[in-house]
């Protein structure tokens, strides 16, 4: 079974910083592409960032040189390091991964897992 965890949202003051964490958990051999959601209350999810399986980055225009998404693929991890945060950063930000793993017949599968979702409150 694979398992999709997000971690770091929180409280935080205008200007301030998060790290956001997603990590596959399970048999897994690697997370071939990844992206961070977010969704504020009474709107759509968005596509914050994206990273593919061999690092190239993509950016929402709003978080372009504030936030930046990077994987440890040892960890099997996907960050978002977000910086100089804003009262309209503020929503429930979600990763979406697409994982390689391995089942217990020892096949090969691809599958799209989302996580449940990390708070983020930008707030003075």
């Known amino acids: 079974q694979v398992q999709v965890v997000e971690s770091g949202g929180g409280l935080v003051q205008p200007g301030g910083s998060l790290r956001l964490s997603c990590a596959a958990i399970g048999r897994i051999f690697s997370i071939y592409a990844a992206g961070w959601y977010r969704q504020a209350p009474g709107t759509q999810r968005q596509l914050v960032a994206s990273?593919?399986?061999?690092?190239?980055?993509n950016y929402t225009d709003s978080v372009k040189g504030r936030f930046t998404i990077s994987r440890d693929n040892a960890k099997n991890t996907v960050y978002l390091q977000m910086n100089s945060l804003q009262p309209e950063d503020t929503a429930v930000y979600y990763c979406?991964?697409?994982?390689?793993?391995?089942?217990?017949?020892?096949?090969?599968?691809?599958?799209?897992?989302w996580g449940q979702g990390t708070q983020v409150t930008v707030s003075s």
């Open positions: 990273i593919t399986v061999d690092g190239q980055t």
């Open positions: 979406n991964a697409d994982v390689v793993y391995t089942t217990e017949s020892m096949a090969m599968r691809k599958s799209d897992y």
